[in-house]
């Protein structure tokens, strides 16, 4: 039986899913669910994230976070830890980048989020670094705490309602025979969302992700308690406003409904939200093309194009561009870092 099949017969006995119901069916479901049976990244995936792109991007993240780790006393034991670390790219070129760092290694505990047993297989081969595994926020150990997220919260389901007068009729995937279809639940108060009748008309449509506070929240609090500090890269906005749901299919845009468990779906993340449930300090939200200029990846650009030739050159030229420019990836993706009140954010940030 297909994923379709299961979500038809589910919609049948139960009634219309709600959009976040129908995602963490698509994304998770022990048999089909997309990130459950594939490597979704890279050319012969579905989709190509930054550090896929260049190394550039970990070895910045890398070198961000431990100075914030020097900056905050380098203590002798912390946990290094990456939310969906994918095939495991970054976190080594995290680890390569901070080799170097005296003491950085000997105190790191890496920590990975991954709920893929397909991906957790590749990041073993990929991380040359003893792994630890958790599965919720929760778990991870009293200690300070330095995390990246990079794309991340834009794949934990959302929920959408459309504003109709005082109240709001929430967006559910139902059924026309055999076919997968949007429709819309009846109008009814939502307290949560009080204040955005302050922002909307009749029709607009906003995003919830109802999964996202409790996250940002134990990111927050560990790092209150213990320090730290994390850095959040995702494409998204200031408060959310429009339908923003995609799904996308060996590198193209497709129909969400289309094809269920076959492709990626996500959403984009309201940063309004998530510094609203931060208990920490956190930074301004900056595009991802400033925070690495501030870096200085221009500067290790150059380093690495003096050994490049040809192909390779201009391949890295493009690396370069896509990860920066205001027209590719430099204003569409935004990055937030969090960081006990008493200290400055990561480097490449400001308060």
């Given at each position: 039986?297909?994923?379709k099949?299961?979500i038809?017969?589910r919609?049948?006995?139960?009634?219309?899913?709600?959009?976040?119901?129908?995602?963490?069916?698509?994304?998770?479901?022990?048999?089909?669910?997309?990130?459950?049976?594939?490597?979704?990244?890279?050319?012969?995936?579905d989709?190509?994230?930054?550090?896929?792109?260049?190394?550039?991007?970990?070895?910045l993240?890398?070198?961000?976070?431990?100075?914030?780790?020097?900056?905050?006393?380098?203590?002798?034991?912390?946990?290094?830890?990456?939310?969906?670390?994918?095939?495991?790219?970054?976190?080594?070129?995290?680890?390569?980048?901070?080799?170097?760092?005296?003491?950085?290694?000997?105190?790191?505990?890496?920590?990975?989020?991954?709920?893929?047993?397909?991906?957790?297989?590749?990041?073993?081969?990929?991380?040359?670094?003893?792994?630890?595994?958790?599965?919720?926020?929760?778990?991870?150990?009293?200690?300070?705490?330095?995390?990246?997220?990079?794309?991340?919260?834009?794949?934990?389901?959302?929920?959408?309602?459309?504003?109709?007068?005082?109240?709001?009729?929430?967006?559910?995937?139902?059924?026309?025979?055999?076919?997968l279809?949007?429709?819309l639940?009846?109008?009814?108060?939502?307290?949560?969302?009080?204040?955005?009748?302050?922002?909307?008309?009749?029709?607009?449509?906003i995003?919830?992700?109802?999964?996202?506070?409790?996250?940002?929240?134990g990111?927050?609090?560990?790092?209150?308690?213990h320090?730290?500090?994390?850095?959040?890269?995702?494409?998204?906005?200031?408060?959310?406003?429009?339908?923003?749901?995609?799904?996308?299919?060996?590198h193209a845009?497709?129909?969400?409904?289309?094809c269920?468990?076959?492709?990626?779906?996500?959403?984009?993340?309201?940063?309004?939200?998530?510094?609203?449930?931060?208990?920490?300090?956190h930074?301004?939200?900056?595009?991802?093309?400033?925070f690495?200029?501030?870096?200085?990846?221009?500067?290790?650009?150059?380093?690495?194009?003096?050994?490049?030739?040809?192909?390779?050159?201009d391949?890295?030229?493009d690396?370069h561009?896509?990860?920066?420019?205001?027209?590719?990836?430099?204003?569409?993706?935004k990055?937030?870092?969090l960081f006990?009140?008493q200290?400055?954010?990561?480097?490449?940030?400001?308060?």
């Open positions: 039986m297909s994923l099949d299961i038809v017969r919609i049948r006995h139960d009634g219309p899913l709600s959009v976040a119901d129908y995602m963490a069916t698509c994304l998770l479901h022990p048999e089909h669910g997309y990130y459950s049976t594939r490597d979704p990244f890279g050319t012969d995936g989709f190509t994230t930054a550090p896929e792109i260049s190394q550039m991007f970990g070895e993240i890398g070198l961000s976070l431990a100075q914030s780790w020097l900056d905050q006393g380098a203590p002798d034991r912390f946990t290094l830890a990456e939310l969906g670390p994918g095939r495991g790219t970054m976190m080594a070129d995290v680890l390569r980048a901070t080799a170097k760092v005296p003491g950085f290694h000997a105190a790191a505990q890496v920590t990975l989020f991954e709920a893929s047993s397909t991906l957790r297989r590749i990041q073993s081969d990929t991380i040359v670094h003893p792994l630890t595994y958790l599965e919720d926020i929760a778990d991870l150990p009293q200690l300070p705490l330095f995390l990246v997220a990079n794309e991340f919260f834009d794949a934990l389901p959302i929920r959408q309602f459309v504003r109709d007068g005082a109240g709001w009729r929430e967006r559910q995937v139902g059924i026309d025979g055999e076919i279809q949007f429709g639940g009846p109008n009814l108060p939502q307290p949560a969302l009080s204040h955005r009748l302050e922002d909307t008309k009749d029709g607009d449509m995003e919830d992700c109802p999964g996202a506070a409790p996250i940002i929240d990111i927050g609090t560990r790092i209150t308690r320090g730290g500090a994390a850095i959040v890269i995702d494409y998204g906005d200031w408060r959310s406003l429009g339908d923003t749901l995609q799904a996308l299919q060996n845009p497709t129909d969400p409904l289309q269920p468990g076959g492709a990626d779906l996500t959403a984009h993340v309201d940063f309004e939200a998530l510094c609203a449930a931060v208990p920490c300090a930074s301004k939200v900056t595009p991802q093309g400033v690495l200029e501030r870096l200085g990846i221009t500067q290790r650009a150059q380093s690495l194009a003096a050994s490049l030739r040809n192909t390779a050159l391949a890295h030229i690396a561009r896509r990860l920066t420019h205001p027209d590719e990836m430099g204003n569409l993706f990055v937030l870092g006990p009140k200290h400055a954010p990561p480097a490449g940030l400001e308060p």
